[in-house]
C-alpha cells in the first residue's frame, strides 16, 4: 500500500489496538490480550486515499489464533 497514506487497522469492541500498518511491509506476528469474559467483536479496516496508487492497495491477514486461558 502507500506508505503513510493507506491503513489496515485493528479492533477490539471498537477500540483500536495499534496506530496501524502502511507500507509495504514484511509478514509479522501480533498478539492482544482481552482481559474480560463475554462476547468481543474483532474488526480489521483496510482505508485508502485516491490521490496514488503503491505496491498491492491491499492488506493480507492470515493465521488468527484465538486462545482461552483457563486461569
Known amino acids: ?3 503513510n497514506f493507506d491503513w489496515l487497522q485493528f479492533y477490539i469492541d471498537d477500540i483500536q489496538q495499534s ?4 507500507g509495504e ?3 509479522g506476528q501480533e498478539s492482544y490480550d482481552i482481559l474480560t ?3 468481543h467483536t474483532f474488526r480489521w479496516t483496510y482505508s485508502k ?3 496514488a496508487s503503491s505496491g498491492s492497495d491491499c492488506a493480507w491477514i492470515d493465521n488468527v489464533r484465538i486462545f ?3 486461569q
Open 19 to 22: 496506530s496501524g500498518w502502511s
Open 25 to 27: 511491509q514484511a509478514w
Open 49 to 51: 486515499d485516491g490521490s
Open 68 to 70: 482461552v486461558s483457563t
Open 37 to 39: 469474559t463475554g462476547q
Open 1 to 3: 500500500s502507500e506508505n
